[in-house]
């Protein structure tokens, strides 16, 4: 679909080059700064993933599992390895969104401006400089919407069989685009597009998109469906917390300057003539939106379908800025508002230059946009940012204690939480580490029945050890802390016991029995 800028194509040879070059960037810009900081703590655990291809996993479906693994396989272990791929999807993302803006009726300049719209956008950036499942999410939104608009256009039944073939591998990712579906379908039967319910390719297509994620829903059976464990976890511990009127606010502001096209593009959907018949997908934006804040869901589940918004308002302003230099003062003022925000979507500074950064931000304009955790806490950095320190200092800890210990058949490291089993898993490759145990998230999956020998020394990872390991110990140490206070894992410490008072396959056996 984005083969046109390879072979003949209608638009003008400069336009496909400048689009080709704004894709390029927006892959350099995520890579240009991916040392600023530390692996990200879910990072940790989705590149802990690809050590275990699956098809399923405790909290997500396998894709971004298998993605792991393939850029392991590739790359290696480093920060590098894990922020390559989603750097690739920006640039993909920037020719999507102009191919879009073009299925929309938009001119050179449309499409032009579409590209830089989902370059500029602080969702955009964050969302393609972090391995998350959220990456490959939006691309599988856009997808989703071109090929309905596709359709559209075109009434090609072949688009009703990618449609579900997108269906199928884009709930292999995340389980929330499938509320997209539900709605895209459920709003089809209100316009005269209903007919495709007769038409043989659209159940071909639903055919196609249930074998494909047919193993996924048999892995879930098969381990009792955990996904329904994590969202009323989820709920309880997260989404409780939700404002609903900060959700939509956030839906305003989120898109950084690009929200002049997300709201010119819903509007332009909504009630231009020229778009009456996608109208409808408009409607379908909304209904997203309105679900989600009911549901409380995060802010930022509903970004899927901002780079389609962004190609609507390109289209927009494409149809009514008609002077060049109107045109040239538009784009000049979103990339000038971006500039000056672009700390909010991607770290361009290191640690000290960030918090100084958000200081002055705050003292000049009282805006502390991030700063505030999901507990309500306040720090010196936003969430994102804090859960990208501390890694590299704990799995230095780590190796110094797997230094001290003569027998290493006989013993394992501890992780209380993913991201410190993460970052023993990851980045304790370049110190030879095994992998790390926990309870926590899949890595519970993979924890041993018993271990063979015995165990007599355990290197534990935790803010402050149980009193369980306390007694099964006779002797404990204290290795060290992290030391960052900018760190979300700031005190976590590294503890090595030694001499148990008697057999840790007892204890260990009766413990995956409290847990499983």
């Known amino acids: 679909m984005t083969n046109r800028y390879f072979k003949h194509s209608r638009i003008p040879q400069a336009t496909d080059i400048v689009i080709l070059m704004l894709a390029l960037l927006n892959v350099a810009l995520h890579l240009a700064f991916f040392r600023n900081l530390e692996y990200h703590r879910d990072e940790l655990l989705y590149f802990s993933l690809g050590m275990h291809p699956a098809f399923g996993y405790a909290t997500v479906p396998p894709l971004i599992g298998w993605v792991a693994w393939l850029m392991q396989n590739i790359f290696g272990y480093s920060v590098f390895a894990v922020r390559i791929f989603p750097a690739l999807i920006s640039g993909m993302m920037v020719l999507i969104v102009a191919d879009l803006a073009k299925e929309l009726g938009g001119n050179k300049f449309a499409q032009i401006l579409a590209s830089a719209g989902i370059i500029i956008a602080p969702f955009g950036l964050r969302t393609f400089f972090l391995f998350m499942p959220v990456h490959l999410d939006m691309l ?71 074998l494909i994620f047919s193993p996924n829903l048999i892995w879930q059976i098969v381990h009792g469906l955990p996904v329904i464990n994590h969202l009323s976890e989820l709920a309880d511990t997260q989404l409780v917390n939700v404002n609903r009127s900060a959700f939509l606010v956030e839906q305003l502001i989120s898109p950084g300057a690009a929200s002049f096209l997300t709201i ?48 609507a308002g390109a289209v927009y302003y494409g149809s009514v800025l008609h002077k060049w230099y109107s045109r040239a003062v538009f784009t000049v003022l979103l990339i000038t508002i971006t500039f000056f925000i672009l700390p909010f979507g991607i770290p361009v500074f290191k640690t000290a230059g ?147 008072v008697k057999s840790f396959n007892e204890f260990w056996i009766e413990r995956l029995k409290e847990v499983r």
């Open 354 to 500: 960030l918090i100084k950064y958000f200081d002055t931000v705050e003292s000049k304009y009282g805006f502390d946009f991030g700063r505030t955790f999901e507990d309500g806490s306040k720090h010196s950095l936003p969430q994102d940012y804090a859960d990208m320190l501390g890694w590299e200092e704990l799995t230095s800890l780590a190796n110094k204690a797997w230094q001290m210990i003569p027998d290493k058949k006989a013993a394992f490291i501890y992780g209380e939480n993913y991201g410190q089993t993460g970052a023993i898993t990851v980045i304790g490759k370049k110190y030879d580490l095994p992998e790390a145990v926990s309870f926590n998230e899949s890595f519970l999956y993979w924890a041993p029945d018993r271990f063979d020998p015995d165990i007599k020394s355990v290197i534990y990872i935790n803010y402050e050890p149980g009193d369980d390991m306390k007694r099964l110990f006779r002797e404990m140490t204290l290795i060290g802390r992290i030391s960052n206070p900018d760190s979300r894992e700031y005190g976590a410490g590294v503890y090595l016991f030694n001499d148990p």
């Open 264 to 311: 010119a593009g819903l509007l332009y959907i909504l009630f231009n003539k020229r778009q009456k018949k996608i109208r409808f997908l408009g409607v379908v934006v909304l209904g997203v939106i309105i679900s989600l804040m009911l549901m409380r869901g995060k802010s930022y589940y509903t970004q899927g379908a901002f780079p389609f918004l962004i190609s």
């Open 140 to 210: 599988f939104w856009t997808l989703t919407f071109y090929l309905v608009v596709k359709y559209i256009n075109s009434e090609n039944s072949k688009y009703l069989i990618w449609l579900g073939v997108i269906a199928g591998v884009s709930l292999l990712n995340k389980y929330l685009i499938g509320l997209l579906f539900v709605i895209i379908l459920a709003a089809v039967l209100f316009t005269r597009h209903r007919e495709i319910f007769r038409k043989k390719m659209f159940w071909l297509g639903i055919a196609a998109g249930a």
